[in-house]
């Protein structure tokens, strides 16, 4: 369910969502650009997805000209087979949902997967609570990737797709609205997923030694409130001790 259409300024709707414990819903980004909409995530589900775009319908000058995904976990690209639009994505995310996009993807499957790997039980069974019908449900792979940096160039608006090394996955993706000063931070700033912890001995420090503070007026994370700079530095001091 939204809790939010937050407007920043003409040309960013930030949909944030209620937080429902148990189900992963992370903050979708809609860029208006005169006669284009960029989607920066897609929500964890198609149905998701659909209630966002009967919420923005009259709001959107045109069909949707280009998806981004800031990494490839099930809550930010599941909603995706909603669209039909090109997704941009780092070369690492078509590379980890190439191996699910041929299978066929249904509770049965879903549950198998729980067998042969209990660690991701509570994972998978999140997905099947927010999906209502498999039928139609398709995974949507990047047909655009990059590998380092990437402009997306509006009318009047740029993208700059930014790849860092995360630890919450290898194919992290920040989004920054260069005149807007907003930046996406996808799910970077969070631990990984506990079925993949010892496969990210990266630093958080490192990653956040890397952003673009000065140009940044508004932190957007995967996750909960938008924050201002200082209240993101804030927070990332106390989070991670720095
Ligand atoms: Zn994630």
Same mark, same amino acid.
Request: glycine share 4%.
């Given at each position: 369910?939204?809790?939010?259409?937050?407007?920043?300024?003409?040309?960013?709707?930030?949909?944030?969502?209620?937080?429902?414990?148990?189900?992963?819903?992370?903050?979708?980004?809609?860029?208006?650009?005169?006669?284009?909409?960029?989607?920066?995530?897609?929500?964890?589900?198609?149905?998701?997805?659909?209630?966002?775009?009967?919420?923005?319908? /009259?709001?959107?000058?045109?069909?949707?000209?280009?998806?981004?995904?800031?990494? #490839? #976990?099930?809550?930010?690209?599941?909603?995706? /087979?909603?669209? $039909?639009?090109?997704?941009?994505?780092?070369?690492?995310?078509?590379?980890?949902?190439?191996?699910?996009?041929?299978?066929?993807?249904?509770? $049965?499957?879903?549950?198998?997967?729980?067998?042969?790997?209990?660690?991701?039980?509570?994972?998978?069974?999140?997905? *099947?609570?927010?999906?209502?019908?498999?039928?139609?449900?398709?995974?949507?792979?990047?047909?655009?990737?990059?590998?380092?940096?990437?402009?997306?160039?509006?009318?009047?608006?740029?993208?700059?797709?930014?790849?860092?090394?995360?630890?919450?996955?290898?194919?992290?993706?920040?989004?920054?609205?260069?005149?807007?000063?907003?930046?996406?931070?996808?799910?970077?700033?969070?631990?990984?997923?506990?079925?993949?912890?010892?496969?990210?001995?990266? /630093?958080?420090?490192?990653?956040?030694?890397?952003?673009?503070?000065?140009?940044?007026?508004?932190?957007?994370?995967?996750?909960?409130?938008? *924050?201002?700079?200082?209240?993101?530095?804030?927070?990332?001091?106390?989070?991670?001790?720095?």
């Amino acid at each position: 369910m939204i809790r939010e259409i937050r407007a920043i300024g003409d040309s960013l709707r930030i949909i944030i969502p209620e937080n429902v414990p148990g189900v992963d819903q992370p903050n979708i980004g809609v860029v208006v650009s005169e006669d284009q909409t960029v989607f920066i995530d897609c929500g964890n589900s198609p149905n998701y997805l659909r209630s966002v775009l009967a919420e923005l319908d /009259s709001t959107l000058p045109g069909p949707i000209s280009y998806i981004i995904y800031t990494h #490839h #976990h099930w809550d930010h690209v599941f909603g995706a /087979s909603a669209l $039909s639009a090109p997704v941009v994505a780092h070369e690492r995310c078509y590379q980890n949902l190439t191996p699910l996009a041929s299978a066929k993807i249904d509770r $049965s499957f879903w549950e198998k997967e729980i067998r042969r790997h209990p660690l991701f039980e509570q994972s998978h069974r999140a997905k *099947m609570s927010v999906m209502d019908n498999w039928e139609d449900f398709r995974i949507v792979l990047p047909t655009i990737t990059f590998q380092k940096r990437m402009e997306l160039r509006l009318r009047s608006c740029t993208l700059e797709l930014i790849h860092v090394e995360a630890p919450h996955s290898d194919d992290s993706t920040l989004v920054r609205l260069i005149e807007q000063g907003v930046l996406f931070l996808g799910d970077a700033i969070y631990h990984p997923p506990v079925y993949a912890q010892e496969h990210r001995p990266l /630093s958080f420090r490192k990653m956040l030694a890397t952003l673009p503070y000065k140009e940044v007026n508004l932190f957007v994370p995967g996750h909960g409130e938008p *924050m201002n700079r200082d209240d993101f530095r804030e927070r990332m001091k106390i989070k991670f001790r720095l």
